[in-house]
């Protein structure tokens, strides 16, 4: 494996406007001149690190670079290659996972409050390695306060793998058609691996990203999800978000009834920014909110029985890290 990390980080330009903590509700002149943090009063602006979908390039994410630079966020940009999901994920992903996690430490970056911006399955479970790297002993404390999921999680199953496969490589309908086959054989023999392991063991098996469901950290999480998306089903969402709410977890989600997988930002811009801006206000608010990883007690979030529904400038740098 290539011992580089190929990732995007884009640095907020300072600007003069005015900080606010959180936009003010119905006021749409505010709302387009406040920044979250802006450092004059020593404190730290929000890094978020961007995970993108399977076959990702970085002209996609950028433009959702776009909502957190134009609020004075630092912002890192990654996509996992294709192979690595599905061949051995944990040989593959949990050093890049460390990887990105030393990128705090070695910028300085470790003490900002730090955001997690998800898409996909193929987002959500590089996101589950870094839980586990951020875990890990020696790893410097990191602020998490908030996590965000677009399209995702959902169990890893055989039908959408392929689907998933099939469209994110490039290049002829023979050469999508055998990659989505050897995805099929792949899956078809970890799924009886599975099997196999549940009656050995008399344990059901947990993958990522599904695995996430029982993960310790109790920050805010963010869904944004669709019924229309053939991918990830809203009814996999929905019930990872009612687990998440049993064990304390504070949990907003957004809905739409039209918009294809990861497609949700384009087809609805203002109210995807309105939710990404309303949640990483909420969340830095909150006292308590953020889950500092390595330590064993983790504050509980309050959380209501139903999800909280929120619908109502930039140096930009391409690095590699050896």
């Not at 970085?58 to 294709?82: E, F, M, V």
């Not at 992903?93 to 997690?116: C, E, G, N, Q, W």
């Not at 496969?165 to 490039?170: F, G, V």
Request: glycine share 4%.
């Amino acid at each position: 494996m290539d011992d580089d990390l190929e990732y995007y980080i884009t640095f907020p330009t300072p600007t003069p406007r005015q900080t606010h903590r959180r936009p003010s509700a119905g006021n749409e002149e505010e709302d387009e001149d406040f920044v979250f943090v802006n450092g004059s009063g020593g404190e730290k602006e929000p890094v978020v690190f961007l995970l993108g979908w399977l076959g990702a390039q970085d002209r996609h994410l950028a433009k959702y670079c776009d909502i957190y630079k134009q609020r004075g966020c630092i912002t890192i940009r990654y996509t996992s290659p294709s192979s690595f999901v599905f061949v051995r994920p944990s040989v593959r992903l949990l050093p890049i996972a460390r990887k990105l996690v030393s990128l705090l430490r070695d910028m300085s970056l470790h003490h900002h409050p730090v955001f997690f911006h998800v898409f996909s399955n193929n987002g959500s479970i590089l996101y589950y390695y870094l839980v586990q790297a951020m875990s890990e002993p020696g790893t410097p404390p990191i602020s998490v306060k908030g996590c965000i999921f677009d399209s995702t999680p959902a169990p890893r199953r055989i039908y959408t793998g392929m689907q998933a496969a099939y469209q994110a490589t490039p290049g002829s309908a023979w050469k999508k058609m055998f990659v989505s086959v050897s995805v099929m054989l792949y899956l078809l023999s970890w799924k009886v691996i599975s099997v196999l392991w549940t009656i050995i063991s008399g344990r059901l098996p947990s993958h990522p990203p599904w695995a996430l469901v029982e993960e310790s950290a109790r920050c805010p999480q963010l869904f944004l999800y669709s019924k229309a998306d053939k991918l990830i089903h809203s009814d996999d969402v929905e019930f990872f978000i009612s687990e998440r709410q049993k064990l304390g977890v504070m949990v907003v989600a957004k809905c739409w009834a039209d918009s294809p997988h990861v497609q949700h930002y384009r087809m609805h811009p203002e109210e995807y920014r309105e939710s990404v801006y309303s949640f990483l206000g909420l969340c830095l608010n909150q006292e308590g909110s953020a889950s500092t990883h390595r330590q064993e007690d983790t504050p509980d979030t309050d959380t209501s029985a139903e999800p909280q529904d929120i619908c109502k400038a930039s140096t930009d740098t391409k690095t590699k890290a050896e």
